[in-house]
């Protein structure tokens, strides 16, 4: 089996507590495992890489299975998560504790089957994927390489997750194609700009595609035709968890399809308002109905520059 996608990060378990939700206990969750999920759901083949304990394992065989989607587990001596919990009722950001560390990802776990997809989506959610694995990467393989840099940028203080600075993301960024922070993200890695000036440094360093998601203001995008702004679908909103990662996969399900940069943001934005109206992994979304927003949100697309 030749995948579209294979998504290489750690899945985590996570309690998750918004002004209108609250999970019941730990539930999976994590950039790789969202943006996997999204391209099973939307019918495309997706893997995903990751450490795992022997707690969760059995849960997290079951949910990726169910939605198409084909598990490459690495033993760990724990499972990841987090204790999240939403500062305000805006939810525009959120403070994490740590409910446990799972193992680094290194080369040698990655299948060489995962070597022949399509396209690998790199979202670690703490630094368990480094400079050396990206570079080995680069080095075995010709897929098209989108990176969401939350996990690279995090640290754990007194329990708790903060962002730093990284100074290897940049060369990460320099020689993958795609890197999509959020608007947080994005003040950790280059202080001092705003979104689109950071979108437009991004594609200067990777030479390809530079996104900046601003929640339920939309994204930025920065490639060879310009600079763009890409609205958000409204809706109402329950959980922002994950629709960061949701976007990462409907991005590279429909740029795979397409090619088009523009549309597959787009695309993605109306894909990210499913995750938005729901939580944990089992967020209702198909094809179709993404098909349907997507279309009414490229009405309001505007170029900026």
Known sequence: MIFDVVSIGNPVYDIIITPYVKTNGRVLSGCSTNSALTIGKLGGRAGIIGCIGDDFLHDFLEITSRYNVKAFPIKSKQTGGFYLKYIDKKMSDRELRVLGVADNISFENIPSE????????????LKE????LVRSLKKETDALIFVDPQGLIREIRDGRVIRITNPDVYEIIKITNITKPNEHEAAVLFPGLDPVKVAQKIYSLNKFVGIVTLAERGSIVAFEKGIYYIPAYRTI????????DVYAGAFTFYYLKYGDVLEACVFASAAASFMVEDTGPHFKMSLKDVIKRFE?????VRRIK
């Open 129 to 132: 994927i480094d400079l050396n």
């Open 237 to 244: 909103e329950r959980d922002p968890t994950g629709c960061g």
């Open 296 to 300: 009414r949100l490229l009405i309001d």
């Open 114 to 125: 995962a070597l022949d997809s399509r396209a690998i989506i790199l979202g670690p959610i």
